[in-house]
C-alpha cells in the first residue's frame, strides 16, 4: 500500500479526499440527522452541501462527520451536527427569515442557516476567531452574512428585529434584550444552564408584545457564553 498515491497528483488527491468527505456527510445526514427525527429537507440538504472539514483544524479533519463536537482552538468547539440541525430546524427559518447567531465560532452554523434564511447575521466575542468568518464563509459562497466581533450576549439591537435567535453557548438566564429583539412569532433557540452539568436547550416563541411561550428541547452540552447579559469571564 505504501507509496500507493505517491506519483499521485496533488489535485488528484485533493478530489479523492473531497469525494470521501462527501460520502462521509452524505451517512452522517443519514445516520445523525435523519435517523434522529430531522425533518426540514431545505435544512437536509444544506448539512448535505456544507463541507464540516473546512470548518475544523486540519489535523482533526478526520474526524469532521463524527457524532461529536471538535476543538477549533481558542478553547472553544464546533458543534456537533445533530445539534446544529436540531438548533436550526427548531428556528424554522424560510427563504425570508433574518436570524442571528451569537456565538458563530467556527463559522458552520452560520453557512448551513446562510442556504436556508435571507440574511444572516452573527457574532463572536473571540477575535481570533471572529477574523477567520469572512474570508472562510466568502471561498463557500455565502453572501447573505453580516459578522460581528465582539460580546453578543445582548444581542444586535441595530439589526433588530430578527425571525430567530440562535444562541450557540450556554446562558445562565434567558436575556430580555433578546427577547424584545424577536420579530412578532420570532424564535429564540439558547441553551440554559439549570445548575451543575444540566444544561437544557430552551425554544421561546413571541406569541404577543409580552406574550412568550417556552418549550424544552432537551438535555445539551456547550461552552459558556460569557458576556455583558451571560457568564462572567473566568479569572
Ligand atoms: N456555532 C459554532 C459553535 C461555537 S462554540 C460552530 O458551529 O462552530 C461557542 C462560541 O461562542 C465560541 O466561539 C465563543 O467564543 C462564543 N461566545 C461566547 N460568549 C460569547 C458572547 N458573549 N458573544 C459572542 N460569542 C460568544
Redesign the pocket.
Known amino acids: 500500500m505504501s507509496g500507493r498515491f505517491s506519483g499521485m497528483k496533488r489535485s488528484k488527491a485533493g478530489a479523492r479526499s473531497e469525494k470521501l468527505f462527501a460520502s462521509e456527510r452524505q451517512k452522517m445526514v443519514r445516520r445523525q440527522l435523519k435517523a434522529r427525527g430531522i425533518r426540514d429537507k431545505a435544512l437536509l440538504r444544506a448539512m448535505k452541501a456544507v463541507p464540516r472539514e473546512l470548518?475544523v483544524p486540519e489535523n482533526l479533519r478526520e474526524f469532521s462527520y463524527d457524532d461529536s463536537p471538535l476543538p477549533?482552538g481558542?478553547a472553544?468547539?464546533?458543534?456537533q451536527p445533530y445539534v446544529?440541525a436540531l438548533m436550526v430546524e427548531a428556528a424554522g427559518l424560510t427563504s425570508n427569515s433574518r436570524v442571528l447567531?451569537?456565538?458563530?465560532?467556527?463559522?458552520?452554523?452560520?453557512a448551513i442557516m446562510s442556504h436556508l434564511a435571507g440574511r444572516v447575521y452573527a457574532?463572536?466575542?473571540?477575535e481570533a476567531?471572529a477574523e477567520e468568518l469572512p474570508s472562510r464563509l466568502a471561498e463557500l459562497g455565502c453572501t447573505n452574512i453580516e459578522i460581528r466581533a465582539?460580546?453578543?450576549?445582548a444581542g444586535w439591537v441595530e439589526e433588530a428585529p430578527f425571525d430567530a435567535i440562535i444562541v450557540?453557548?450556554v446562558a445562565p438566564h434567558i436575556a430580555q434584550p433578546l427577547l424584545s429583539q424577536l420579530a412578532p412569532d420570532g424564535r429564540l433557540i439558547v441553551p440554559v444552564a439549570r445548575g451543575t452539568d444540566n444544561q437544557r436547550l430552551m425554544k421561546v416563541t413571541r406569541r404577543g408584545e409580552d406574550d412568550f411561550s417556552e418549550e424544552d428541547l432537551g438535555g445539551v452540552h456547550?461552552?459558556?457564553?460569557?458576556?455583558?447579559e451571560?457568564f462572567a469571564p473566568a479569572g
Open positions: 470548518f477549533i481558542e472553544q468547539t464546533i458543534s446544529v447567531e451569537i456565538g458563530a465560532g467556527s463559522g458552520y452554523c452560520v457574532i463572536e466575542r473571540d476567531l465582539g460580546d453578543g450576549s450557540s453557548a456547550f461552552v459558556p457564553l460569557i458576556g455583558e451571560a
